[in-house]
Structure formats: structure tokens, C-alpha cells
């Protein structure tokens, strides 16, 4: 038997779309239901691995995480990584396929969505249910002749669709009233229902206008769902980074322009011994405890980024003050003596100097390493002191290798083998590695804080509430449960309760 769908589309980016998406993989999991997500195409700069080394959105790695499925990257076939403005990598079934300018992109849209049914007819061939999320808005009327991730998708797949609307920036009623009115007669009628997100406040004022809403439209609003800030869920790009607040270790992350895996440092916000902050410019720099260079998308174009604004400066002073620093994949390239580019994989820079923090030289290769990691610290000294043999895991994505220096874990690559990883000052105060989802691992997150405090003559820290992603998966889900209008979204989607 086919499988059942229901789309989720917005108004715009930025939404809520994913997290809405989220949680309804999570509860008609709960519900007994088999359910997979599904994206045609995504563009983001925050990328998970799966299991066999495909690369694929965050999002739908998390939304897997929701349904208690493993990830495929039939869930997500085209992901676009940006590398210029007007540029990208295309990963497509989870590798690298080729580098291409926005217009040249269309050029192969039967192509590719040729892969996008493909993928979507296997989920739809082994599972009971297929949320399948769009990108950007439907109403955008300049790209509907190739647009292959909404309402073409809705069709391919004969899906019922739910519009969500974000209130929180205000005039959701004149987006969710505009998109529909953009939207040609046979695309009004996939649309199922409204929904309206990221709500704060006294939800009776909202009453008159939903059922204005309502009236206009003649589209029933399923649920209002409430803003939320205390529900830890990777977001699916980098345009909205959290911060933290308040606590005595003050942890600065260097936001590059293009910014990569930024979810690293989801769980630093949880620690409620850290201020977690992003930096943009030498003024916001202030007094940090630590550094941190997160992974890049264009690691040449924001090293050169670095030097313009004049934060290298204040990273190397900082750095041979004392200030220990961390540099994650493309972070950690940009810390030794230079970066090298002989095959023109990321830029024209054949040789570049680097920050000169850490004696590696990196070389990039026209051969992209994707693959999910397990290992333990190699060593115990400075920012690792009493570390060795703790556990890490995450994943790396990555285009080149870096050589030199003493190395930080010892690392079994799923699929690559047995090696070593990263590097570490001889003071122990500088440290690269290119594992993401490194802040993931407890113990480590845990200890490595412990010494920054200790370092800065504080008290012990005090362990937060261990993060439990599955907890965090229930929490969302429970939210919006009691959000929306759950029996008629199984109508919608001809669902009977199990």
C-alpha cells in the first residue's frame, strides 16, 4: 500500500516549517505510525552523515531522529550547499555532484527531478507515512516553472498541504491570504488547512482575526502553535543562531559569513555555566574564555573574510595571551601555518597563509570525506588535561587533509578505517579537529568546561540536566499536540487512529 502524506509549506523562509515538520514525524510515531520525512531539495549550510556516508540536510536527519527512523538521503536527494552568493554545491543522493551559478541551476531540473520521484516513490514504498516539508514559499510566481520542492512536489505526490504563517514577525494573516491569492486555482486546492506559528501572548485577541482569516480564505486554521525557546531542536540553517546568556565562562564563536554545521554548539546552550556568543566584528569581541572557528562552507573566502574585518588580529593576540582557542573542520584549517588549494577545489588561492596558531598546512582535495566518527582523546594536556581515553563521536564532512602537529583523538571513520584526528598545541591550548557533533559527547563537553573554569579560578561547575534528545523530541511534540486540531489532520491526510 502507498503510503499517506501531508506537505508542510510556509509563507516564507524561517517559518517554522522543519519544526513543525518535526513534530508531526514525532507524534504519529507515537501514534503507531511508520513515518519517514521526506525534502526534494534543500538549502542549508547545517549537513548531517548517514550511517553509509551520504550527506544530506540536518533537518531531515532530525526529523529521521523524531520518527526513530535511520536516516536516508532518499529523505532529502538534492541538498544545495552556498558557497558564493550566487553559487553552490550540489550534493545530490548524498555526494557531491557538481558546483554550480544559480541560473545554470535550472538548466537541470527534469534531471534531477527525475532523482527527487525516485526517492520520494521508495519512501512512499516502505513507509505508512510521508511528511514532506517545501522550501522558501510557494508563491514565489518568478520560479514556478522549475521549482521542484512545492507545489510540484504536492502534485507528484497527490499530498494534502498545510500553509504555516509565522506571527511573531509580524502580518501572518496578509501572508497566509497573499500566498494563497498567488497561488494558481489548482494549487488552492492542495492546501488543506492554515496554520499559525511562533504565537505570543493572549491567544483570544487572536480570535477575530482567524476568523476573518478563515472567511477569506475559506481555509480552516488547524492550530495555533506558541513560541517556544525552551525546546532544544537543530535548526536547519545558520541564519539563526542561538545564544545564551548569563554564565560565568564566556564562549565567543566566530560567525563567518559562511558559517557551517552550526548546530555544534547547540548543546553549549543548555550549560548553565556558559555565554554562549557569535562575532561578527572586532568591537563585539570583548574579553572571551574561549575561541572557537566553526566549520565554513568557503573556508578561503572567510579566512580572507577574517583578515579584512580585523579579527585575526584579535584571535592571534588573544591566542598568545593565553585565551585557548578550538577550530572546528574548516576553523581548524584556518589555525595552522597555510592552506593550500592545488586542484582549485574551493578558490583560485593556490597557497594561503593561515593564522599560524597551530603547525599544520592543509591541503584540499577534489575528494569530499563524509563519514560518521567514534573515538577518544588521544592526549591530556591543557584544554584536554585529564581527558585522555574520553569518548567522542559526531561525523565529518570535509574536503581536504590537514598534516603536521600532534594530534587530539584517536578516531574509527565508519567506512574509512582506524586513524588519527585533529591537532593540539604543544601548550595544549590550541585545539583543531574536524569532528562535528564533538559538544554532543557529555563527558567531553563536560570536562573540557570543568578545565576552562578551573583555568579561570572559578568554582567547580555544576552539571546541567544531561540533554536527552529524545525527551526534547517528546517536549516539541507535546506542544503542538495541543496546538492544533489533530483529528482533522488525520482527516486531511485519510489517517485512521491505530
Known amino acids: 500500500m502507498k503510503a499517506r502524506t501531508l506537505m508542510v509549506q510556509g509563507t516564507g523562509s524561517s517559518v517554522g516549517k522543519s519544526a513543525i515538520a518535526c513534530a508531526l514525524c514525532r507524534i504519529l510515531t507515537q501514534d503507531g505510525f511508520y513515518v519517514a520525512p521526506f525534502k526534494s531539495q534543500n538549502m542549508a549550510l547545517n549537513s548531517g552523515v548517514t550511517a ?25 536527494p538534492i541538498l544545495l550547499k552556498p558557497e558564493a552568493d550566487a553559487q553552490s554545491q550540489v550534493i545530490v543522493l548524498g555526494r557531491p555532484w557538481r558546483v554550480v551559478k544559480a541560473r545554470e541551476y535550472y538548466l537541470y531540473t527534469e ?36 521549482e521542484i520542492v512545492n507545489m510540484r512536489i504536492a502534485r507528484i505526490a497527490n499530498s494534502p498541504v498545510i500553509l504555516v504563517g509565522d506571527i511573531d514577525k509580524g502580518g501572518v494573516f496578509a501572508q497566509l491570504v497573499g500566498t494563497l491569492s498567488l497561488l494558481s486555482r489548482e494549487e488552492r486546492r492542495y492546501v488543506k488547512g492554515l496554520l499559525i506559528n511562533k504565537f505570543r501572548g493572549d491567544i483570544s485577541l487572536l480570535t477575530p482575526g482567524i476568523s476573518i482569516l478563515e472567511e477569506r480564505t475559506r481555509k480552516k486554521v488547524l492550530g495555533v502553535v506558541p513560541y517556544f525557546h525552551n525546546i532544544l531542536i537543530p535548526d536547519e540553517d545558520s541564519i539563526r543562531l542561538g545564544e545564551r ?17 552550526s548546530t555544534d554548539f547547540d548543546p553549549l546552550l543548555k550549560e548553565r555555566g556558559v555565554r554562549l556568543r557569535y562575532v561578527s566584528f572586532p568591537q563585539e569581541f570583548l574579553s572571551p574564555d574561549l575561541i572557537i572557528l566553526p566549520g565554513s562552507k568557503s573556508v578561503a ?28 573542520c574548516g576553523g581548524f584549517q584556518m589555525l595552522g601555518r597555510r592552506i593550500k588549494d592545488p586542484h582549485g577545489v574551493e578558490s583560485s588561492e593556490e597557497d594561503m597563509p593561515g593564522l599560524g596558531l597551530l603547525d599544520t598546512i592543509s591541503i584540499f582535495e577534489p575528494q569530499k570525506l563524509t563519514c560518521q566518527v567514534r573515538g577518544r582523546v588521544f592526549t591530556s594536556r591543557g584544554l584536554l588535561s585529564g581527558m585522555e581515553d574520553v569518548e567522542v563521536e559526531g561525523y565529518e564532512i570535509h574536503m581536504g587533509r590537514t598534516e603536521g602537529a600532534l594530534p587530539a583523538f584517536r578516531v574509527d571513520r565508519k567506512g574509512n578505517g582506524a586513524s588519527l584526528d585533529g591537532a593540539l598545541s ?4 590550541i585545539l583543531g579537529t574536524y569532528i562535528h ?17 578551573r583555568r579561570k579560578d572559578l568554582p567547580p561547575l555544576v552539571p546541567s540536566p544531561s540533554f536527552n534528545k529524545e525527551e526534547e523530541f517528546d517536549k516539541l511534540a507535546d506542544l503542538v499536540r495541543q496546538s492544533i486540531d489533530l483529528e482533522t489532520l488525520y482527516d486531511i491526510c485519510h489517517l485512521k487512529r491505530k
Open 111 to 146: 534531471e534531477l527531478l527525475k532523482v527527487v520521484r525516485e526517492a520520494l516513490n521508495y519512501l512512499l514504498s516502505s513507509y505508512e507515512v510521508v511528511i514532506i516539508e517545501g522550501a522558501g514559499s510557494p508563491a514565489e510566481v518568478n520560479l514556478r516553472s522549475h
Open 301 to 328: 573566502f572567510d579566512l580572507k573574510w577574517l583578515w579584512k574585518v580585523g579579527l585575526t588580529s584579535q584571535i592571534v593576540q588573544r591566542a598568545n595571551a593565553g585565551t585557548p582557542v578550538i577550530g572546528m
Open 52 to 76: 553509509d556516508g551520504g550527506e544530506m540536510g540536518r533537518a531531515q536527519v532530525v526529523q529521521a531522529e523524531a520518527a526513530c527512523v535511520e536516516p536516508d538521503v532518499r529523505m532529502n
Open 437 to 453: 557533533g564533538l559538544w554532543d559527547s557529555p563527558d567531553f563537553r563536560f570536562l573540557l568546561l570543568q578545565n576552562l573554569a
Open 245 to 261: 546568556n548569563g554564565g560565568a565562562l564566556d564562549i565567543a564563536v566566530i560567525r563567518f559569513p559562511h558559517i557551517s554545521n
Open 426 to 429: 604543544e601548550d595544549g591550548y
